[in-house]
């Protein structure tokens, strides 16, 4: 029996069905064949990159993370995947990883650094980067970790370097400026000295009792502004003091006195020493600029309040080490110590603290140079310093100077007078001066011509030069040392090429760089320093001058 048109139709409908049916199977069986080898292909490219990858969904749910991420953390990936979020995302950088998946999450790329946490709980630094992404078939987000902890201690490092180049330019600019300060202060009180000696020879010849007190109380300050003036020149340029036998005791109360415009009241500053110490050999600049470091550095240990206490000892000491040079040391000392009651320190700083650079405070309140000045004087004085402290118990300060042998005597105060006020012998003979500071010349002439010489002079070396082609030479030349144009030395060059028997004296505020081998090469008879100590002044002039 032969199947009717209509049946022959359905039949054929259900065949052509069944073809389709078949051919959306085969065509969904080969679409799950990609997908599944696109995620392999994914999964393989996750695992082998070395950057640390996390795949997150837009609401924050970690889904996925590669080898190089759960290294990088020091966890299994199994662990990551069920772990809080706060255990390898710190507090700090929680906003950063918000902000990533807000950006991400509307499209866009997101680049930043952000802190860390290992298993171990170490915190590291790492380059985060966001992007988009598509993961079964649904938006996600990719970050990409990079691990920059040695950039980071790089940058830092040389960030600091940096710091401590800024640091030194600085303190080189400083010292440029202190020392153009103190030539000018210098010439300035060469002036004022000068004729304060010339008054008391006057007062001399012609005495009066107030004006006598009055000088004598002038004396003093003047005598102190000479000596800050020599402590900025050594700042500025690093020289070497003059070492020669000095009491300590004078000297630290001095520096004392000059502290008390630099504590606050709210500091109580004591004082004891032993009776009859003996003379040091040192530089009373430099022992007064070792006092002023120690307690300034003292002071803000202290935070402004507290005992600040000096005291001045001689000591045997047993055998110890130096805390700066790390030497062993014993024998007999004068001991300069200074303790302060502030919050003292661990023997790891310490071992730093005479470091340049190195500083306990904070940015901006100290430089990192007070304690290495310190250093570097009391070495070169051929002493030691030893430090005690612990934290929260102060921190005490000793500078140890040698003892000379027997025999040394102060003559301090026999140096520091100089003379002065004392009528100095009378000379004769022709002067050419050479100085380019009016007010220096003035009193120059002036002091000059009250000792019987005959004064010619000139402000610069172009003048000096056309003195010479025009006048008789001079029975003595006297040239300042730093002049706009020509400097002293030069100028003694070109003198000596046209007269080589001439006699050529210097004299400066300004020239600690000078050596004696540069005023032997130059020709020159002697340097004086200013301002000028007239004994030993007069002194040179009757040496080299010719006589009566």
């Given at each position: 029996m032969?199947?009717s048109?209509k ?16 051919a959306?199977g ?15 292909q ?11 990858m ?19 953390h020091?966890?299994?990936?199994e ?39 290992h ?8 380059d ?13 987000v990719l ?13 830092a ?8 180049l ?11 400026l202190?020392?153009g ?15 304060i000696?010339?008054?008391q ?7 009066d ?8 109380r002038?004396?003093?300050p ?5 000596e ?13 003091g ?17 502290l008390?415009?630099?504590l606050?009241?709210s500091?109580?500053v ?17 022992i ?7 307690c300034?550095n ?5 935070n ?5 206490q000096?005291?001045?000892?001689r ?41 340049p ?9 100290g430089?990192g140079?007070?304690?290495?000045m310190?250093h ?48 100095a ?28 010489l ?6 610069n ?7 010479l ?7 003595l ?14 100028l003694?060059?070109i003198?000596?090429e ?29 340097l ?11 002194a ?9």
């Amino acid at each position: 029996m032969n199947p009717s048109p209509k049946s022959r139709l359905s039949l054929d409908s259900v065949k052509r069905q069944a073809i389709r049916y078949a051919a959306l199977g085969l065509e969904r069986r080969f679409s799950r064949q990609q997908l599944e080898q696109r995620e392999e292909q994914y999964r393989v490219m996750f695992n082998a990159t070395s950057d640390g990858m996390a795949l997150w969904t837009r609401d924050g749910r970690l889904v996925d993370v590669n080898e190089a991420c759960c290294a990088l953390h020091g966890m299994t990936r199994e662990e990551m995947l069920v772990a809080d979020l706060r255990e390898f995302v710190p507090p700090e950088s929680m906003p950063k990883l918000q902000r990533l998946l807000e950006t991400v999450g509307r499209g866009e790329s997101f680049l930043d650094e952000a802190i860390a946490t290992h298993k171990d709980g170490r915190m590291f630094y790492l380059d985060m980067r966001g992007e988009p992404a598509q993961f079964q078939g649904q938006p996600h987000v990719l970050l990409i970790l990079r691990d920059i902890s040695e950039q980071k201690a790089a940058e830092a490092e040389r960030s600091e370097l940096e710091a401590q180049l800024r640091q030194a330019q600085k303190m080189e600019a400083i010292g440029h400026l202190t020392g153009g300060i103190a030539h000018d202060f210098n010439n300035i009180l060469t002036g004022v000295w000068g004729y304060i000696v010339m008054a008391q020879e006057w007062e001399q010849e012609n005495p009066d009792e107030q004006l006598h007190r009055y000088l004598e109380r002038v004396e003093h300050p003047i005598s102190r502004a000479r000596e800050l003036i020599q402590q900025m020149l050594l700042f500025s340029r690093g020289g070497h003091g003059e070492a020669k036998p000095v009491h300590l005791e004078p000297r630290v109360r001095e520096g004392i006195q000059l502290l008390e415009s630099m504590l606050p009241s709210s500091i109580e500053v004591r004082f004891d020493a032993d009776r009859n110490l003996p003379v040091v050999m040192a530089d009373p600049v430099h022992i007064e600029q070792v006092l002023v470091n120690l307690c300034i550095n003292a002071r803000d240990a202290m935070n402004g309040a507290g005992h600040l206490q000096i005291e001045l000892r001689r000591e045997h000491c047993t055998p110890c080490i130096c805390a700066s040079c790390k030497m062993p040391l014993h024998g007999d000392f004068q001991v300069l110590s200074v303790a302060d009651t502030g919050g003292g320190m661990t023997p790891e700083m310490v071992d730093r603290i005479f470091e340049p650079f190195y500083s306990t405070k904070e940015v901006g309140k100290g430089s990192g140079m007070g304690l290495s000045m310190v250093h570097g004087i009391v070495h070169e004085l051929g002493g030691h310093i030893s430090v005690h402290s612990e934290p929260g118990k102060g921190a005490r300060f000793c500078i140890m100077l040698p003892l000379p042998c027997a025999g040394t005597s102060g003559d301090e105060a026999g140096a520091a007078s100089g003379g002065r006020g004392k009528r100095a012998a009378r000379l004769r003979g022709r002067v050419l001066l050479v100085e380019d500071d009016a007010d220096v010349r003035d009193y120059m002439v002036d002091r000059l011509r009250d000792w019987g010489l005959t004064v010619e002079v000139r402000a610069n070396g172009a003048d000096t030069r056309h003195f010479l082609r025009s006048a008789p030479a001079p029975d003595l030349y006297l040239f300042d040392y730093t002049m706009p144009g020509m400097n002293g030395i030069e100028l003694a060059r070109i003198v000596l090429e046209s007269d080589p028997e001439a006699r050529i004296m210097l004299y400066t505020g300004y020239g600690d760089e000078l050596t004696d081998r540069d005023i032997t090469d130059a020709g020159i008879l002697a340097l004086v320093r200013k301002p000028v100590d007239i004994s030993s002044f007069n002194a040179l002039l009757r040496e080299y001058l010719p006589r009566s």
